[in-house]
């Protein structure tokens, strides 16, 4: 029991956070079925802003999937994001600011396992979300004249993890380099922050187009899992970044001399050294 105590602790400190983000998305869900019937006839002669085209990629929202593609898949892992950056923040920095990372690290647990256990208990946390977010689908979707299956929301749905596991593991690596976890939250967000702008941007600007690939969003798709299938290369690239990032963390953490209260005197350069380290 002890060897998962880290675990247990950590699920048990998400709860509220998981029940609060999953039963959002579950009213969201339910609430784009329920809506489609009254979007279905005036979205067939509806022609689409070309800045909103940039936002939602190639997606036709006259068509069903189109539509739940658009108004849930296209910016709902943003939600994600924000749990997984305050996860990830939290993980490394967040317990060293609020002294209770040397109380950890007194127990008898090593500082792998005790990341480790943080990674697992957050990819439980965000499957846990995900699929209290797919109960709004499976209470509207029966009762709704829309053709999408509870198959490909439930396929789309579970599209959403690796991105989110992205942002996690970087936020993790951020809160393991950086002095305190303002600093690493900032950073983590700045990333996600810019990279959707860069995407977005370059989905209106053919000159553009290659910058995409350098934002994560490209790989995820915008929702286009639910139109034309998952995309296994893009998932494992997302997915593979992550561990890279994750093992980054660990060997940061383990070479990291814990302050009590965070060590905010480390400025910008201190915090670049420790990262070529």
């Known amino acids: 029991m002890l060897r998962c105590s880290v675990l247990t602790k950590v699920l048990r400190e998400q709860r509220i956070q998981v ?29 689409v802003p070309p800045a909103l085209q940039a936002l939602i990629g190639d997606l036709n929202i006259a068509t069903a999937p189109g539509f739940l593609a658009s108004e849930f898949y296209s910016w709902i892992p943003i939600l994600l994001i924000v749990f997984a950056v305050i996860a990830g923040t939290g993980a490394i920095a967040g317990e060293e600011g609020s002294g209770s990372l040397d109380l950890l690290l007194a127990q008898p647990v090593s500082r792998r396992s005790l990341v480790l256990q ?26 709704v004249s829309i053709a999408v299956s509870l198959g490909d929301v439930a396929m789309a749905s ?89 093992v980054a963390a660990l060997r940061a953490f383990e070479r990291r001399d814990v302050v009590t209260g965070g060590a905010s005197d480390i400025g910008l350069t201190g915090v670049l050294r420790r990262i070529v380290a």
């Open 158 to 246: 579970a599209n959403m993890l690796p991105i989110t596991l992205f942002f996690f593991a970087l936020s993790l690596w951020l809160g393991a380099v950086s002095p305190s976890r303002g600093m690493a939250s900032g950073l983590a967000i700045g990333v996600a922050t810019v990279s959707y702008f860069l995407y977005s941007l370059a989905n209106g600007v053919q000159a553009l187009r290659s910058v995409r690939y350098a934002s994560p969003f490209y790989y995820y798709g915008t929702g286009d899992a639910l139109v034309h299938g998952l995309n296994w290369w893009h998932i494992g690239l997302l997915l593979g970044i992550a561990v890279l990032f994750v």
């Open 19 to 47: 029940a609060g983000f999953g039963l959002a998305l579950a009213v969201i869900a339910a609430l784009d079925v329920f809506i489609w019937p009254a979007y279905r006839d005036p979205l067939q002669n509806f022609q």
């Open 118 to 143: 943080k990674v697992a208990a957050t990819c439980i946390g965000s499957a846990l979300i995900v699929s209290i977010g797919y109960l709004g689908f499976l209470v509207s979707i029966p009762f």
